[in-house]
């Protein structure tokens, strides 16, 4: 069995390593990025490389909002946004502040593998809730509040890794209402919100801030460079305090301060709005390369729902092999993926895999899912 804690990087061996869920080195402006922090590092206030206000400065904060509004999040106000470095990050440091060990936290069966291991790390019992093609299911959700009493509901509600799939927008209400009523707090993963392909996504998790207790957990891992380490949390009035009473945030003023006024400056001169326009484009003209290769080659062996926005399908093995079984001959074949069961509380999923289209061009998400199939057709 491979182990979900090896960190693979595309380009790092001669697989087409399809397990990876990071962008292309060609959809990371380097050159964008270059002018940014030189126009940043030059333009900085006296203040720029002294401690920073523990929120984030308010020039990113400011910039965010207006960025977050123009992207159809029209509630986005900077007293609610917390500049965080990146989603992992914010995701340990909402553990660190709302829960202890032993506390129940909620998830997508299935979800982010890595959000798992944060969730262990922190000492959580992590119960997997079941979800149809429009996500969380209710009923279950509420059985397990009851029987549970979670402190935490993590969810990735949008174009969602790994399944591709959105939390239907009713739901979302519903979810905000029930973490009120039932005193838990939900961590929404909107990594890929933004990353719709032709339909935006449903409304963002922040819509409901005032109906819930809400942190919605954003980044520019996807959507700019993950290199940078920069995200935002944006949070329930309630709960800012919270976040701003941590003993590190106190003495160490804003995390990755420098790097957040490069971000800055992406979105002053709107170069991050419209490369977000043309990452779009690549990514749907990828899911569509990829779509026709899964039909042309493996439409007798899996099953799947194209996504519309993010960076995954999700594939469903006709037969019911273990996808753990076939990594060692997958890469041995040139290619790789990830096994479904990582991405499982239970270990649930063995017959599932996740392909991502983001790390590489067309030519080798063909070559790629070739690949695959001759793997397949040997077992
Ligand atoms: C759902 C989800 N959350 C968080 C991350 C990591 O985000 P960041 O680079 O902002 O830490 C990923 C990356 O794959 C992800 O898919």
């Avoid at 960190?7 to 390593?17: K, L, P, S």
């Avoid at 922090?37 to 400065?57: I, L, V």
């Avoid at 979105?267 to 690549?282: K, N, V």
Wanted: with cysteine.
């Amino acid at each position: 069995m491979s182990d979900p804690l090896t960190f693979e990087r595309a380009g790092d061996d001669d697989r087409i390593n399809l397990a990876v869920g990071q962008p292309s080195i060609d959809l990371i402006p380097k050159e964008m990025l270059q002018t940014a922090a030189a126009r940043a590092f030059n333009n900085a206030s006296e203040h720029a490389f002294n401690y920073g206000d523990p929120q984030g400065e308010l020039s990113f904060r400011a910039a965010l909002a207006l960025f977050l509004q123009g992207q159809g999040q029209t509630n986005a106000r900077a007293e609610s946004l917390f500049l965080t470095g990146g989603n992992s990050q914010a995701l340990d440091f909402v553990c660190e502040r709302f829960t202890q060990p032993g506390d129940v936290v909620l998830v997508e069966d299935s979800t982010y593998f890595l959000a798992l291991q944060i969730f262990k790390d922190r000492g959580l019992k992590i119960i997997g809730l079941p979800c149809d093609a429009d996500g969380i299911e209710l009923p279950a959700l509420i059985n397990a509040i009851e029987t549970h009493k979670p402190r935490l509901l993590y969810t990735i509600a949008s174009f969602a890794n790994p399944t591709g799939l959105c939390l239907a927008e009713a739901r979302r209400a519903e979810i905000a209402r029930l973490s009120r009523q039932h005193d838990f707090i939900v961590a929404a993963d909107e990594a890929y919100q933004l990353l719709h392909f032709e339909k935006p996504a449903p409304k963002s998790f922040s819509h409901f801030l005032n109906d819930g207790n809400l942190l919605c957990l954003g980044t520019f891992s996807k959507i700019l460079a993950p290199g940078l380490r920069v995200g935002w949390l944006e949070v329930s009035e309630p709960l800012m305090p919270r976040l701003l009473a941590s003993g590190w945030v106190n003495s160490g003023g804003a995390i990755n301060q420098m790097a957040s006024f490069i971000v800055t400056d992406c979105l002053h001169h709107d170069a991050q709005a419209m490369h977000l326009s043309t990452l779009r484009h690549t990514l749907a003209a990828r899911a569509a390369v990829m779509q026709s290769a899964l039909k042309a080659n493996l439409s007798e062996l899996a099953t799947w729902t194209a996504p519309k926005g993010g960076y995954f399908f999700w594939l469903r093995l006709t037969d019911s092999l273990n996808t753990n079984d076939l990594v060692a001959p997958a890469s041995r074949a040139g290619v790789g993926f990830q096994p479904g069961n990582f991405s499982s509380a239970n270990g649930h999923h063995p017959n599932y895999l996740r392909l991502s289209f983001a790390a590489y061009g067309i030519t080798e998400i063909e070559t790629g899912i070739h690949r695959l199939r001759t793997v397949l057709r040997q077992r």
